[in-house]
């Protein structure tokens, strides 16, 4: 039976290779749509773990999460650096990284910080930040140093010790550039596929520099002290008294106001408490996230869109075995007289629905697996194309269980229409017999 289907297949290989290119392309945007469905939810989720908390200034939490992971958009409000020490003292507070955000290169986002965002930021499975060249702001005794994601290094072409120069504002273009204080690159980072590769990373020192808000060498307490009315106020004593507790307040912030900090904690279950703490925190309006429930609350809102592509993606495939039927009952007027000869010598009902279910599994078959075998080639030859170009990272792996179950749905979606024109070809050959007149 499956031989009779293959010759009968070849004897119309025109027709039917068009329509196994269809049931291909078809293929190909369904698992190529649910490939980058799945794999960018589990990019999204993997952008940042190990943070605790990200701490920021009154506001959603959905903007404080596009602004501190994802580096997109601008807080309309900021948190102060009084803010940011009582961040640090607060307890269980393992490690901290402040974020200060507003500059650009190239439309590339300046996010200036400090030297633990390379200690403890981490991404995926908890996979710490490497350096592919160079080292970190330490290696260099100046504020005005820079760290390149990997993606901004590759667009803007620069490696280490090449110069940069900032910009004031996100935008493409900029008409305010920070001449005056021109960086130089001392580290690439090794490629993550997340929002960190297009990140140009600045000490805190430098941006306060740019913007006039730090002056090396100096600090408040020189500017608004007098020290020797001081010593002629206060006593030995007293002034020996106040220089260890005030010293950090007296010292000069690198910048006065910050986008946003991120906190590690000793122990992830006084999460919960250190959140309260900090939204009911009295000197300033903050907000605390969680960034993992965060991830999951926004992935929720484009569920929407999910649906949509989809659904597009359903409706392609119906499209491609709607063109395998209309096919095979295409063919059924110039094969009357073969399905006649078939009864003729004994072929029963089962043999005729056989034959033309054998054929349109055939030709699923053979369209499924060269759709499958075109989507590793784009995900093995395109994958740098499509990370570059659409900044979509998927990988060829293994196919799922959801996507054998597509594959599945689709060749058995196939075998249920072929049973239509199986029937009326069996009741044309019943009633044409051996006289078909064409």
Known sequence: MF???LASLWNRRG???????????????????????????????????????????????????????????????????????????????????????????????VIATSDTLFEHFQYGSKQ????????????RATPTVAVLGAEAATELQLSVDDPLTISHGTGDISFSNHDAHPFT????????????????????????????????????????????????????????QHTDEQH??????????????????????????????????????????MPGLALKNFWRTLNLFERAL???SVLVVITGLLGMLTTLLASLRERRREMAVLRSIGAGPV??????????????VLGTALGTGALYAVLVLGADMLHNTLGIQVTASL????????????????????????WQAYRNALADGLTVKL
């Not at 940042?48 to 506001?59: E, H, P, Q, W």
């Not at 710490?128 to 290696?139: E, I, M, V």
């Not at 043999?351 to 699923?364: N, Y």
């Not at 196919?399 to 199986?422: D, K, M, Q």
């Open 15 to 109: 027709s039917v290779w068009l329509t196994i290119i269809a049931i291909a392309v078809s293929t190909l945007l369904l698992l190529g749509v649910e490939r980058i469905r799945v794999q960018t939810q589990e990019n999204f989720a993997n952008t940042i773990s190990g943070t605790d908390l990200i701490v920021g200034a009154r506001t959603g939490s959905t903007e404080l999460l596009l602004s501190s992971v994802f580096h997109i958009g601008n807080l309309s409000n900021t948190l102060n650096w009084q803010s940011y020490r009582y961040l640090q003292q607060l307890p269980s507070v393992k490690w901290h990284i402040p974020m200060a955000m507003g500059d650009s290169v190239q439309g590339l986002p």
């Open 351 to 364: 043999t005729i629905l056989g034959l033309l279910v054998c054929e349109a599994a055939a030709v699923t």
């Open 310 to 312: 989809m659904t597009i």
């Open 248 to 289: 950090q307040q007296h010292t000069a912030p690198p910048v006065y106001t910050l986008s946003a900090v991120l906190l590690g904690l000793e122990n992830r279950a006084f999460a919960l408490r250190l959140q309260r703490m900090i939204n009911t925190y009295d000197d300033e309006a903050l907000s605390a996230i």
């Open 185 to 240: 690159v001392v580290g690439v980072l090794a490629r993550t596929g997340t929002p960190i590769d297009r990140g140009v990373f600045i000490p805190l020192a430098g941006q306060g520099l740019v913007h006039g808000e730090y002056l090396v060498g100096e600090d408040n307490a020189d500017q608004h002290d007098d020290t020797g009315d001081h010593d002629h106020q206060h006593t030995d004593e007293q002034h020996q």
């Open 3 to 5: 031989k009779l289907a």
């Open 399 to 422: 196919l799922t269980l959801r996507e054998v179950y597509l594959l599945v749905a689709i060749i058995g979606a196939a075998i249920v229409l072929s049973f239509y024109p199986a």
């Open 128 to 139: 710490p930040l490497r350096f592919a060249n160079g080292s970190n702001f330490s290696s």
